[in-house]
């Protein structure tokens, strides 16, 4: 086993993930803040810093965990935001991704 980087760097990874996205009817959005995040009957709304909403059936946030509780604030079953809140696990900024392949990646 190995760890080690792409060649090319990670942004060909994004890059062949978000073309899958949209393969399947999605969408990935980059440089699009969040400053609230919402659940209702209709999906999950996101509310960008310029006061603009969308309302999606998912989202997937890679936001660090602080900004996303702020984001998400009251959205959040209580024992995930005990858990990773104010007093919770205060090393934690991001959750990071490992990806184990058993074939080369291109």
Same mark, same amino acid.
């Not at 760890?3 to 993930?17: D, S, V």
């Not at 989202?59 to 858990?83: C, H, N, S």
């Given at each position: 086993?190995?760890?080690?980087?792409?060649?090319?760097?990670?942004?060909?990874?994004?890059?062949?993930?978000?073309?899958?996205? %949209?393969? @399947?009817?999605? !969408?990935?959005?980059?440089?699009?803040?969040?400053?609230?995040?919402?659940? $209702?009957? *209709? +999906?999950?709304?996101?509310?960008?810093?310029?006061?603009?909403?969308?309302?999606?059936?998912?989202?997937i946030?890679?936001?660090?965990?602080? %900004?996303? @509780?702020?984001? !998400?604030?009251g959205?959040?079953?209580?024992?995930?935001?005990?858990?990773? $809140?104010? *007093? +919770?696990?205060?090393?934690?900024?991001?959750?990071?991704?490992?990806?184990?392949?058993?074939?080369?990646?291109?």
């Amino acid at each position: 086993q190995h760890l080690g980087y792409l060649r090319g760097g990670f942004h060909r990874l994004y890059e062949k993930i978000a073309a899958r996205f %949209a393969d @399947l009817g999605g !969408a990935v959005r980059v440089n699009a803040p969040v400053a609230r995040l919402s659940t $209702g009957a *209709h +999906g999950i709304t996101l509310t960008g810093t310029d006061n603009a909403h969308d309302t999606y059936d998912r989202v997937i946030v890679t936001a660090p965990t602080e %900004a996303f @509780l702020r984001m !998400a604030a009251g959205e959040l079953p209580d024992d995930y935001q005990a858990r990773y $809140g104010q *007093h +919770g696990v205060e090393h934690l900024a991001a959750h990071c991704l490992v990806l184990s392949l058993s074939a080369p990646f291109g």
